[in-house]
């Protein structure tokens, strides 16, 4: 990931303010956490009743590969939101570059790793434009990713219509198979996602980034440097986006332009129901991996209910309203 | 199309010259500018064909369901709370009204219940949004996929087809040769544009867009004024959905999906944006959305890959935000 050298020193230690805070952070977190932990197991036990084959390693299976990619686009994601960078709408747009970048390097005979570094570079270098745009152009996040997106789509519409991956690479052998019963795309999830969840506490770069979220104009009063650490934001999390766009080309046999599309919404419920409130500065990569979890289990159990898919929608979209709901109902009572 | 007439109006009155500049210079003027090129590129590109009646009504039948839909979703705009969710509602409402209607209630009856569901949606936003203070962005995106999926269950296999004689008389008549549909929605814009900019319910709502806490200390009920801009918003959509049935004859589970991003890109275009409220204009959504549909009618008539209509969208998109922001329009940092 990329680490900006900063000129200015690191964000100066108010000792009282940061212990009282993070106290308090501290305690909507772990609350946040056992919440969404509860929610989870209700569900899990409730599908377990109605359908005792649900506790096999079929769902296991199904879960965990779900919870993947869907688990490294949140993390991308959340870097952003918590960033203050509201939103990046052209995260699903960024995993099919990456995808496509992946698979037609491999198509060409490039060597497995390099064509992979190359996936996980091009989703940096779309987030790179992405932050340049609104750097420069000083835009609203929101705006310019939806426009980006609406216009990388299109471009990749008028250059494929599908792309495959070569049935014979390592890649593709490797997101066929298994690691200590789960998937294999799983495990670079977990990695990604306790990375972020180090770095965001115990680094500069993500201290910096949970400064500049939270309180823009104190941060660059203290020396910090919004128009990199904005960069910086965008990037990595088009570099994390790319990652998933890697796990992603490994495990779809064959892909349209439109496919990152169906994560847009799982991704965006996730980093919200994970308490990563859309105003910045704050949340806990751990917390968002329990949302991701507890969001990917709804389409297994939906299906052992018996439900047609469409009903997941209907589930995670109800979910998301009641989300933000409640956060916003917290910050309204907090606010006063 | 109505912009080549503009500069020839002031040639009477010299007092209204620099009016006219002024209004030149705002987003309306940006937008009507852009327009006349479209219309000049056309001209060039695809030649006379391009005027013809036949054409003419073509991007006029296209364009009519859309500006329904985006004036009133404009209104949720203009008070600072963004209705994602219109495009799953349009979806929605078609699909209830065709059902209903399939099962032999009185087309009426049926409009009526499809009105009164828009009703509900768009309280449901307003409940989480004002009453709650959620994120509209989020909270409607929500509500986006969960009427999509609200869709899907309902209609699983092919939908029934309806033919209604007097809903498709509107949506496909025309009347003093234009369609009336088009004529309806121009109708309502000028009707809306009336009250947005010489009402005080129109500054009102500018007020709550522009600066909630200022608005609530001058008097102003900034919830009521959301919850119904939110409730307008959804019912449109849903009106949109029933003229869509009447169009289409059907609707399947997918109608409406992406139309919010149409309409709310040509309604950015048009002068609106979807991060603050306060700003916009009916009659620049009105021609940001004529933008849109000319692109697409120069691109369909020279059978160029329908795909570069969201490219050249994108682009232009961004460089209006990038000349509102250069207008004095909110920087980001």
Avoid at chain 1, 94 to 122: H, M
Avoid at chain 2, 7 to 35: C, F, H, K, N
Avoid at chain 2, 41 to 67: C, K, T, Y
Wanted: aromatic fraction near 6%; charged fraction near 10%; hydrophobic fraction near 55%.
């Amino acid at each position: 990931m990329t680490t900006p050298t900063l000129t200015a020193d690191p964000a100066a230690p108010r000792p009282s303010a940061r212990t009282a805070r993070s106290d308090a952070g501290s305690r909507t977190t772990v609350r946040d956490a056992l919440s969404i932990a509860a929610v989870w197991f209700l569900l899990a036990a409730a599908t377990t009743i109605v359908r005792p084959d649900f506790l096999s390693s079929q769902s296991l299976l199904a879960i965990t590969f779900t919870m993947a990619i869907s688990g490294v686009l949140s993390v991308a994601q959340g870097i952003v939101v918590i960033g203050g960078g509201l939103l990046d709408l052209s995260l699903p747009v960024a995993l099919v570059v990456s995808a496509w970048a992946t698979v037609t390097l491999l198509g060409a005979g490039i060597p497995d790793l390099i064509a992979v570094l190359c996936g996980i570079v091009s989703g940096g270098v779309w987030g790179l434009m992405n932050g340049l745009i609104i750097v420069y152009g000083k835009l609203n996040p929101i705006i310019v990713t939806l426009a980006t997106g609406f216009g990388g789509l299109a471009i990749m519409m008028i250059g494929f219509k599908s792309a495959q991956i070569p049935s014979g690479s390592a890649l593709r052998a490797f997101g066929l198979g298994q690691f200590l019963g789960l998937p294999n795309i799983f495990w670079p999830m977990l990695m990604i996602v306790g990375l972020a969840g180090l770095a965001i506490a115990w680094t500069r770069w993500g201290r910096r980034l949970t400064a500049v979220g939270g309180n823009p104009q104190a941060a660059r009063a203290r020396g910090v440097s919004l128009r990199r650490v904005r960069l910086a934001t965008f990037s990595g999390a088009g570099a994390v986006a790319g990652i998933a766009g890697v796990l992603f080309a490994s495990v779809t046999p064959s892909f349209t332009p439109n496919a990152g599309a169906s994560y847009q919404l799982i991704v965006i419920a996730a980093v919200i129901l994970a308490g990563i409130s859309l105003s910045g500065g704050k949340g806990n990569f751990l917390v968002l991996l329990l949302s991701v979890g507890f969001l990917s289990t709804i389409p297994v159990s939906i299906a052992f209910f018996g439900l047609p898919p469409a009903f997941a929608l209907i589930f995670q979209g109800a979910l998301l309203i009641i989300a933000v709901g409640i956060d916003g109902f917290r910050i309204k009572r907090g606010a006063r | 199309m109505t912009t080549a007439l503009a500069p020839a109006s002031d040639i009477e009155s010299p007092r209204a010259l620099p009016q006219l500049l002024t209004y030149l210079r705002g987003p309306v003027g940006s937008i009507a500018l852009m327009l006349a090129a479209v219309v000049v590129i056309g001209a060039i590109s695809v030649g006379p064909a391009f005027f013809s009646a036949s054409n003419v009504r073509i991007v006029g039948v296209a364009v009519a369901i859309p500006l329904i839909v985006g004036v009133l979703a404009s209104f949720a705009l203009l008070a600072g709370v963004v209705d994602l969710s219109i495009g799953s509602m349009v979806g929605f409402g078609a699909v209830a009204f065709n059902q209903i209607v399939a099962s032999g209630v009185n087309p009426w009856i049926a409009a009526g219940i499809t009105v009164v569901l828009g009703v509900v949606v768009g309280s449901i936003n307003a409940f989480v949004i004002v009453g709650l203070g959620a994120e509209p962005l989020a909270v409607t995106l929500g509500m986006l996929t969960l009427l999509r999926g609200v869709c899907q269950a309902i209609v699983v296999q092919a939908p029934p087809t309806t033919l209604i004689e007097p809903l498709y008389d509107v949506t496909q008549g025309t009347t003093f040769g234009m369609p009336t549909l088009l004529l309806i929605g121009i109708g309502l814009t000028l009707v809306a544009a009336g009250v947005v900019s010489k009402t005080r319910v129109g500054r009102k709502i500018q007020a709550v867009g522009g600066d909630p806490r200022a608005a609530q200390r001058a008097g102003i009920s900034v919830v009521k004024v959301r919850t119904v801009a939110l409730i307008v918003s959804a019912v449109g959509a849903a009106i949109g959905g029933i003229f869509y049935v009447g169009q289409l004859g059907s609707a399947s589970n997918i109608l409406g999906t992406g139309l919010e991003f149409q309409i709310y890109a040509a309604l950015m275009i048009g002068g609106y944006s979807i991060t603050r409220g306060g700003v916009g204009n009916p009659i620049g959504a009105l021609l940001g959305l004529l933008v849109v549909a000319g692109i697409t009618n120069i691109l369909n008539v020279s059978f160029i890959d329908p795909d570069y209509l969201d490219l050249i969208v994108a682009v232009i998109l961004l460089a209006a935000v990038l000349v509102d922001r250069f207008r004095g329009g909110d920087a980001f940092e």
